[in-house]
C-alpha cells in the first residue's frame, strides 16, 4: 500500500524558513517523480514543485521560486522542501503527492502538513 | 500559464440523480486533464486521468470525456458519499506549470 507521510509543519513567522519532510513507502520511491501541492485555508489546489526521480531536474511555481527549494533522499525513501523567506500567502495546507512514470497527475497524495505564517 | 475555470461553483443535486461538471483550459491542453474528489478534512482523491480513464478503484458511476479546451466528469446517479469538491488539473505544459481550476462543489439539493 502507497502511504505518503508529511510532518514539519508550524507557525513561523515572516520571513522565517521552515523545512517540510514527506516519508514514503510502499512503492520503488527512486522510479518516480514526485511533487509538492498546497492549499490555503479553504481555498484550491495550487502545484508548487517537482522533482526527477533521481532529483536531478527540480521544477517551481513562480509564487515559490527561489525560495523553496525540494530535494530527495532516495536511500531515505524521503522528499523534502525547504521553505525560506515565508510570506503570509504560503500559509496552506503542504501535500506531498505522487506522479506516475509518464504523466505528472497526482495518483497518491499525503494527508497533509499545515503550515501558518503568521505574526 | 494555462488557465483552468470549472462551472458551476455549486452544483445543488439530489441523490440518484445525474451531476454533470464542466472544466474549461485557457489553450488546449490534449487529453491531459485529471479530474480529483475532495471531502472536508481529506486529502484529494484521483478519480479520472487522460480526460476519460478511470483511476484503479473508482466506480463506473463516474465518467470523464473531452479533449482539447472542454471537459466534462459526470457522475450518472450521485450517491452520498459522492458529496465533494471536484478539481480538474491539466498536466499537459512543459516546463511543468501544472494548474488546477478552483473547483465544482457538489452538496445536497
Known amino acids: 500500500e502507497v502511504q505518503l507521510v508529511e510532518s514539519g509543519g508550524v507557525v513561523v513567522q515572516p520571513g522565517g524558513s521552515l523545512r517540510l519532510s514527506c516519508a514514503a513507502s510502499?512503492?520503488?520511491?527512486?522510479?518516480?517523480?514526485m511533487h509538492w501541492v498546497r492549499q490555503a485555508p479553504g481555498k484550491g489546489l495550487e502545484w508548487v514543485s517537482l522533482?526527477?526521480?533521481?532529483?536531478?531536474?527540480?521544477y517551481y511555481a513562480d509564487s515559490v521560486k527561489g525560495r523553496f527549494t525540494i530535494s530527495r533522499d532516495n536511500s531515505k525513501n524521503s522528499l523534502y522542501l525547504q521553505m525560506n523567506s515565508l510570506r503570509t500567502e504560503d500559509t496552506a495546507l503542504y501535500y506531498c503527492?505522487?506522479?506516475?512514470?509518464?504523466?505528472?497527475?497526482?495518483?497518491?497524495w499525503g494527508q497533509g502538513t499545515l503550515v501558518t505564517v503568521s505574526s | 500559464e494555462i488557465v483552468m475555470t470549472q462551472s458551476p461553483a455549486t452544483l445543488s443535486v439530489s441523490p440518484g440523480e445525474r451531476a454533470t461538471l464542466s472544466c474549461r483550459a485557457s489553450?488546449?491542453?490534449?487529453?491531459?486533464l485529471a479530474w480529483y474528489q475532495q471531502k472536508p478534512g481529506q486529502a484529494p482523491r484521483l478519480l479520472i486521468y487522460?480526460?476519460?480513464t478511470r483511476a484503479t478503484g473508482i466506480p463506473a458511476r463516474f465518467s470523464g470525456s473531452g479533449s482539447g479546451t472542454e471537459f466534462t466528469l459526470t457522475i450518472s446517479s450521485l450517491q452520498s458519499e459522492d458529496f465533494a469538491v471536484y478539481y480538474c488539473?491539466?498536466?499537459?505544459?512543459?516546463?511543468?506549470?501544472?494548474?488546477f481550476g478552483p473547483g465544482t462543489k457538489v452538496d445536497i439539493k
Open positions: 503527492a505522487k506522479s506516475t512514470l509518464r504523466f505528472y497527475y497526482f495518483d497518491y
Open positions: 510502499g512503492f520503488t520511491f527512486d522510479d518516480y517523480t
Open positions: 522533482i526527477s526521480w533521481d532529483g536531478g531536474s527540480t
Open positions: 489553450q488546449s491542453v490534449s487529453s491531459n
Open positions: 487522460g480526460a476519460s
Open positions: 488539473q491539466q498536466y499537459n505544459n512543459w516546463p511543468p506549470r501544472f494548474t
